[in-house]
């Protein structure tokens, strides 16, 4: 059996305060505020909703994100 494969992306954006959504049968939000230099990651988890998969953000720590990544593949659009 195949491991599945995790994708990730990224944005280069200025400090402020920013908002995570995603959106099936019922909308999920994660508010977050960037600092400058801050690097956040923010894991999209899925649960069985009623009809559809529910994806909602998690923000998770530096030292979690920036291992879990290590075993993802970009996704992200190519500059």
Known sequence: DALPIYGAFYYDVAPGEYQVET????TRSLTLKLE?????????????????????PELVDADVGSKEILDCKYSGMNK
């Not at 959106?23 to 019922?26: D, L």
């Not at 988890?45 to 529910?54: I, R």
């Open 23 to 26: 959106s099936t049968e019922v």
């Open 36 to 56: 400058k230099g801050d690097v956040r990651y923010v894991r999209l988890n899925v649960s069985m909703g009623f009809m559809v998969a529910h994806i909602y």
